[in-house]
Each structure stands twice: as C-alpha cells, then as structure tokens.
C-alpha cells in the first residue's frame, strides 16, 4: 500500500485554483522532498493530506480519507506545519505533558531525552525561547511520536544554518528509520538534496516533475563548457543554459556522460539548478521541445 | 475503508502497531487541561476577587461588634441580612468574576488559536473537533462554575472563621451568629443559582459565543453583540416592536423568573428553589436544543476554518 496516493487531486479558493489535478503516489519508506515556487499549491497540497482542508478528487492517506478521519489519521501521521505554531504561551513541560496526555504514541522518554541535548528549560514558555529552541522543542515533540507519516512544510523557515543543519541531522540519525515516509517543502533547497530520495517539483498547482535521488543522478549533468564547444555543447540540446562570470554552464538531461567529458567539466547539478531549469522553461519562453520529455511518466 | 491489516509488501509490513489504546476520554481530559494552561484567569480572576474580598472585610471585622449590637434591635429578617450581607456580597463578587471571564473567554478561545495558528499544532494531533469545543464548553458550563462555588466556599469559610473570633471575642454568642447567617442558605442558594442559570439557562448563550469564537475572522466580541443589536434596531424601525429585544431580556434575565429567583436576592434564604417549575419551562429545553446545535455548528467550523 503506498503511503500517500492522490488522483486528479483539486482544490479551488474562489477563482484561484491551487491544485489543479494532482497525481501523486508515495511509497512507504521513503523521505520526498516537494518543492515549488511560492504559491505553487504545496501547503494546499500537504493540508489535503493532512485532513485540514477539503479537497476534490481522490486521496488516501496510509489508506484513509484524511478528510473524513482526520481525527484517526493523525494517530499515525505528524506535522510541523512552520516554525511558528507551538501556541507561545505554553510552557515546555505543559506541551510535553499534554501530548503524552492526548498521543497513544508519545513516548515522553524519547521527548525528554532529545531535550535534554538542548539547552531547553522545561520550566520556560515557548514565547521565552529562541526561535531555533522553538524548532528542537516541535521535532522533539514530533520525534517522539511513533509516526508512520512525517510532515515538514517549512520546518527551518527563519532558523540560521546551525539550527537548520542539526534539525536534518536529528531527523535522518534520530529518526528516520527507512519504513517511516516524510515529505519535506523547503525553500533551502540545497540542505535537502542529500536528505531525500525522491524529488518533486510543484508549479501553478501541477506536478511538473519527479524522480527519485539514483535516477536523478544519473540523468542530469550539468557541464561548464569551454567556450570553443559551445557550438557542438548546443548542439546536444541542453535543457537549460546560465551564464556564471562568463562561462556557460549547460544542463542535460540523460545525455551521454563521455560526449559530456568532452566539452568541459561535468557534475550532478544542484536541485535548485534543476528546478530553475525546469520552472523557468515552463514560465519562460519553451525551449526547443525539451520540456515534454521530463514529463514523461511523471504528472498523469 | 481502511482496516489494519494491510496486505503487506516487502519490506514496508505494515508494523503490529502497539498502540496503548487511550481511554477515549483522556483526549477529553487533557483538552480540558490545556485551557486551563491556556487560560490561566479561568481560576486566577475569581481567586483574585476572592482575595479582594477577604481584604474588604477585614473592614467589616472592624465594624462587626458595632453592626452586631444595633442589628440586636431589629427583626429577624433584617438582622439576618446585616450579618450576612457581606457574605452574599463575597457570593455575588466572585460569580461576577467567573461570567465575565466566562464571556472573554468563549469568545477568544476558538478565535485565538486560528490568529496565533496554533490551531495548526492541536490539529496535528489525534484530537478531534467535537472533543475540543465540547470540552471547551465543558469549561464553560462546569469548570467555571464549580471553581467559582469552590472559591466562594474556601473564602466564605476564612470570613466565618474570622467573624467568629470577633464575635466570640466582643462577648457575643457565636452560636446565635451563626443561627442568624444561615450560611449552608448562601451556599446552597449560590449552587442552585449556578446550575439552574448559569449552567443550563446561560448555556446557550455561553454556546453562541463559542460559535461567534469559532466563525469570525476578526472582533469576535463586535460579532457577536452587533448583529443582535441591529436585529433590535431594524425591528424597532420597520415594525415598531421590540419581540427580539424582549427575547433578549427574557434570555438575560428572564431564567431567574423560571428559577423562581424573580424579584428577590438571588441568595435570599426565604427565595423560592423549585426546580420542578423551571424544569417544565420550554425556554429551559430549546435553550439546551440551541446550545447543542451551536456547538455541533462550532465544531464544523472549527473543522474547516484555516489559520487567520
């Protein structure tokens, strides 16, 4: 059973349509990270599956109607909607108590042991700590639940890099365990990359790519072609071409990696390359029929 | 439909999943709890008044052998009021406290946690939406009004201890002072007043609150008194009538007539406590129909409404 399975997924706000037929199917086991410009539907996206809001088309998660059993579904699913949800006025040992109170898969043990790694009083209110110490005390909280889902839209958003590092740091030593799924939206798409295994682009309420990690390597190249091949790099038809200090660097998709060699120096692009490349090609002016071919096999 | 037993494949078998099955009522409980966290002047308010009241008749104590001996020339009824008043005083100040913290606070409680988006954080947990704003309305209707019985109690208590000792030591008898105070009557007047008005005859008010709480995106407080008002207004404009306004006055106060508390001191030893009449009033029963509709109404709200 995959964990997340959506089908012609759909959602107005008035006239403003923020998912407009999502197909998407998330097997269990795995860490997806969701990635999208801003607006691109990816918190409507992750409030449909987490139950907070209706949606039309088909979706079970962990094989429920999160609509519908909202309720029952978050005994096996947890989120961290942003950094900032933690209600400031509760106290540290109010919050832990309370979830243990209403969670039957709390396990205070483990929330107390990874507090006790931080510099976090029990004794303080939410609204007395630092921003980062609000983070470790919701991925403690979160941590500590025996989840079979984790939900993360934004969790570093405002966090410096210190924090932001030790939050993924915890999440893949402390807790990911290879059968537990997580979806992670980030902006800082950099700190994910080697965080994920599956990659998802979002844009304008459409799933505009996919791929998991291996595949994405082995795909894509980007090369900092010499300037004397340029002619010939072109002539491979790369998906997308950037200037940096005046060197063209040029990023193909499943080109043959020893034609590459050829032209200049090849190396796995970052995803935010990739998500430029593909996102603006779709905003942008097409580029050369390239576009189609990503899609394959991805959206619909 | 979803069942645990999923067909498993390979090596995401679906876990025995061990949960220690939770009491259903603890998710309750704990949600209970929190407002208390939450909303700290749910017992700090009247506790203070409370305090301000002890304080306050430190003052009587200075009077009381004084008050003693002029009220020995009254009769009965006169002199029982001279010894107790302070007492209902204590009584009236404190519930005073608990409805008007009872007003604020079912009017922030399912509006704030949509502003400050905490709401997101309760909804990520197994907690549905029905369970918080019954046990929100569970503050309401019990919580409040236990504590504030229980407050009275304690700080009663203290007064008669302290009035006592003054009897006792200006050479009055206590006994004949407490014959005359008919303390368990304040106490016993007090809980009635609190089940029968503010219990069930407030409760669908307290109710609409909640809903107003839970629907508005902003001033939930303008929400719920302006509409009224205007309904008022309109009615007195295009019809020359007042039946809303009426219903209104009937709602605020007119629960004391059907609780036989009607012109007279709520506290009053010699009030009328027959429930049997105002179990059999229609205004008691719809009101309770109402407030039941108005939770269900607020918990689908809650259900749906985002983040502010």
Redesign the interface.
């Known amino acids: 059973m995959p964990c997340i399975e959506a089908r012609s997924l759909r959602k107005a706000f008035g006239t403003t349509v923020a998912l407009d037929g999502v197909d998407l199917r998330v097997e269990e086991g795995r860490i997806l990270g969701l990635i999208g410009p801003n607006g691109a539907g990816k918190t409507t996206a992750l409030n449909a599956i987490l139950g907070l809001i209706p949606y039309e088309g088909q979706l079970r998660v962990l094989g429920r109607d999160p609509w519908i059993e909202r309720e029952r579904l978050m005994c096996d699913v947890s989120f961290i909607a942003d950094v900032a949800v933690l209600p400031r006025w509760i106290r540290v040992s109010e919050a832990i108590d309370y979830v243990a109170g209403v969670h039957p898969r709390f396990d205070r043990a483990k929330a107390e042991a990874f507090l006790g790694r931080t510099t976090i009083q029990r004794s303080s209110k939410v609204r007395e700590l630092s921003k980062g110490m609000v983070a470790q005390l919701h991925l403690a909280l979160v941590m500590a639940i025996d989840a079979r889902l984790l939900v993360l839209d934004e969790p570093t958003l405002g966090l410096d890099i210190l924090y932001r590092k030790q939050f993924y740091d915890s999440l893949l030593n402390d807790y990911y365990d290879r059968t537990r799924t997580i979806i992670v939206t980030t902006h800082q798409v950099e700190e994910i990359q080697h965080v994920i295994t599956d990659l998802m682009f979002i844009d304008r309420g459409r799933i505009v790519f996919g791929c998991n990690m291996e595949e994405f390597e082995l795909r894509y190249a980007e090369v900092t072609v010499k300037p004397d091949r340029l002619a010939a790099a072109r002539a491979l038809k790369p998906m997308h071409e950037r200037q940096v200090l005046g060197r063209s660097i040029l990023l193909f998709d499943q080109a043959d990696r020893q034609q590459l060699a050829a032209l200049g120096e090849v190396r796995t692009p970052s995803i935010a390359d990739l998500f430029v490349a593909v996102i603006g090609n779709q905003s942008g002016a097409p580029q050369a029929g390239n576009v189609p071919r990503q899609f394959e096999g991805v959206t619909r | 439909m979803?069942?645990l037993s999923?067909?498993g494949?390979g090596?995401?078998e679906?876990?025995p999943?061990p949960?220690?099955?939770?009491a259903p009522t603890?998710?309750f409980?704990?949600?209970v709890?929190?407002e208390l966290?939450?909303y700290r002047s749910i017992y700090l308010a009247p506790l203070a008044i409370g305090g301000v009241v002890l304080l306050g008749f430190l003052f009587v104590l200075v009077r009381l052998p004084r008050t003693l001996q002029t009220a020995m020339a009254m009769e009965p009824l006169a002199h029982r009021h001279a010894v107790a008043q302070p007492f209902d005083v204590a009584a009236s100040l404190i519930m005073m406290a608990a409805f008007i913290v009872s007003i604020f606070y079912s009017l922030d409680c399912l509006y704030g946690?949509r502003r400050?988006?905490?709401?997101?954080?309760w909804?990520?947990?197994?907690?549905?939406d029905l369970?918080t704003v019954l046990a929100k309305a569970c503050v309401l209707l019990l919580v409040l009004q236990v504590l504030s019985f229980a407050i009275t109690l304690v700080v009663e208590t203290i007064m008669l201890l302290l009035s006592s000792a003054v009897v006792a030591g200006s050479g009055f008898s206590v006994a004949d002072y407490w014959n005359r105070l008919e303390l368990y009557q304040t106490l016993w007047g007090l809980a009635y007043h609190l089940v029968t008005v503010h219990m069930l005859w407030y409760a669908p008010l307290y109710c609409w609150l909640l809903l107003v709480s839970a629907w508005s995106r902003r001033t939930p407080f303008l929400w719920a008194v302006l509409p009224p008002f205007a309904v008022v207004i309109f009615e007195k404009i295009a019809f020359h009538t007042s039946y809303f306004l009426n219903f209104l006055i009937y709602r605020f106060s007119g629960g004391q007539e059907a609780t036989g508390t009607a012109n007279a001191n709520m506290l009053d030893p010699d009030m009328h406590m027959t429930p049997g009449p105002f179990l059999l009033t229609s205004g008691l029963w719809l009101g309770l129909v109402f407030a039941a509709v108005f939770l269900l109404v607020a918990a689908r709200l809650r259900?749906?409404r985002?983040p502010l």
């Open positions: 979803t069942t999923q067909t494949n090596p995401f679906p876990q999943a949960a220690a099955a939770l603890r998710p409980y704990w949600s709890r929190r966290f939450e946690e400050d988006r905490s709401i997101l954080f909804k990520s947990l197994p907690v549905s369970t259900r749906q985002s």
